[in-house]
Antibody, heavy 122, light 108 residues
Framework: QVQLVESGGGVVQPGGSLRLSCAVSDFNFRTWGMHWVRQAPGKGLE????????????FHADSVKGRFTISRDNSKNTLFLQMDSLRGGDTAMYYC???????????????WGNGVTVTVSS | EIVMTQSPATLSVSPGERATLSCRAS???????LAWYHQKPGQAPRLLIS???SRATGIPDRISGSGSGTEFTLTISSLQSEDFAVYYC?????????FGQGTRLEIK
């Protein structure tokens, strides 16, 4: 069964950095694009970033562009989200999710992890 | 950016009855790249529908999606206890991918 397990969350001060990881098992990671989606406490879903299966293209939401960077290591079946210059508005549950189309250009998300909490506070 | 607007914000329906949720896109989704998810408290979202009307694996046929262009509908016939949740529509036609604000489906 496909599993996505996020880690690396925690409490960080404004202006600080965190690196989230998403370990993937039981599917051919290197042939699927991956997303990060976040959800602020009590709020709706916000798409954050997408990376193609081979890392050749990346897309980021305007709200995180220039501060967050999505990346992947296909040899380790792991997805990353480097988060710099963190702000209070970045406080959220962060989910990694698998793209729905093999070798696709960014579509719906058909498998989700359980999420990891990021809190930005002084 | 394509803005997705869902209505109503909250829908109260009795078990066994039908629920109809709406989603409107601010621009025409020519390829009908529209997905629906539901999310129960404390859980991750779950994909229900992609391509406006294709059910995801394991989704019962009492859940159906319809619509095209800018107007889309999720229908749940004969509501079961596990259907009471928050529902989100999402467009993946263009960057950035955007979600609606959600519809809370609650027990009447």
């Amino acid at each position: 069964q496909v599993q996505l397990v996020e880690s690396g969350g925690g409490v960080v001060q404004p202006g600080g950095s965190l690196r989230l990881s998403c370990a993937v098992s039981d599917f051919n990671f290197r042939t699927w694009g991956m997303h990060w989606v976040r959800q602020a406490p009590g709020k709706g879903l916000e798409w954050v970033a997408f990376i193609r299966y081979d890392g050749s293209s990346k897309f980021h939401a305007d709200s995180v562009k220039g501060r967050f960077t999505i990346s992947r290591d296909n040899s380790k079946n792991t997805l990353f989200l480097q988060m710099d210059s963190l702000r209070g508005g970045d406080t959220a549950m962060y989910y990694c999710a698998k793209d729905g189309y093999i070798r696709g250009w960014g579509n719906y998300q058909d498998v989700w992890g359980n999420g990891v909490t990021v809190t930005v506070s002084s | 950016e394509i803005v997705m607007t869902q209505s109503p914000a909250t829908l109260s329906v009795s078990p066994g009855e039908r629920a109809t949720l709406s989603c409107r896109a601010s621009q025409n989704l020519r390829r009908n790249y529209l997905a629906w998810y539901h999310q129960k408290p404390g859980q991750a979202p779950r994909l229900l529908i992609s391509g406006a009307s294709s059910r995801a694996t394991g989704i019962p046929d009492r859940i159906s999606g319809s619509g095209s262009g800018t107007e889309f509908t999720l229908t749940i016939s004969s509501l079961q206890s596990e259907d009471f949740a928050v529902y989100y529509c999402q467009q993946y036609e263009d960057w950035p991918i955007t979600f609606g604000q959600g519809t809370r489906l609650e027990i009447k």
